[in-house]
């Protein structure tokens, strides 16, 4: 079993960027692929991006342009680069580990999850 902790949430302006990091410790990292989702108050949890274990990504319609998936296989970390974040942006951001190679964006695909970082995004 893999374990995800998030990092690089917080508070921010909007059209400010922020980095999201996801460190993972346990199950065998590089062969799976990784995603990102978020969950606002009162909304149920949305896809973000994913990227497969080849490095190609997907990302959801709202982000794309805006946001940049990446994985550093030997630092077993998968990273969110957030710019021209939006208050609609906001968001608790969680990190999961897919049981498939390839990128997708379906939450049934994802197997473990982190506990999640705080976006918030001020206009």
């Known amino acids: 079993q893999v374990q995800l902790v998030e990092s690089g949430g917080g508070l921010v302006q909007a059209g400010d960027s922020l980095r999201l990091s996801c460190a993972a410790s346990?199950?065998?990292?590089?062969?799976?692929?990784m995603g990102w989702f978020r969950q606002a108050p009162g909304k149920e949890r949305e896809f973000v991006a994913a990227i497969s274990s080849s490095r190609t990504s997907t990302y959801a319609d709202s982000v794309k342009g805006r946001f940049a998936i990446s994985r550093d296989n030997a630092k077993r970390t998968v990273y969110l680069q957030m710019n021209s974040l939006r208050p609609e942006d906001t968001a608790k951001y969680y990190c999961?580990?897919?049981?498939?190679?390839?990128?997708?964006?379906?939450?049934?695909?994802?197997?473990?999850w982190g506990q999640g970082t705080q976006v918030t995004v001020s206009s």
């Open positions: 999961a580990q897919s049981t498939l190679a390839s990128a997708t964006s379906g939450i049934p695909d994802f197997r473990s």
């Open positions: 346990g199950r065998i990292f590089s062969m799976y692929a």
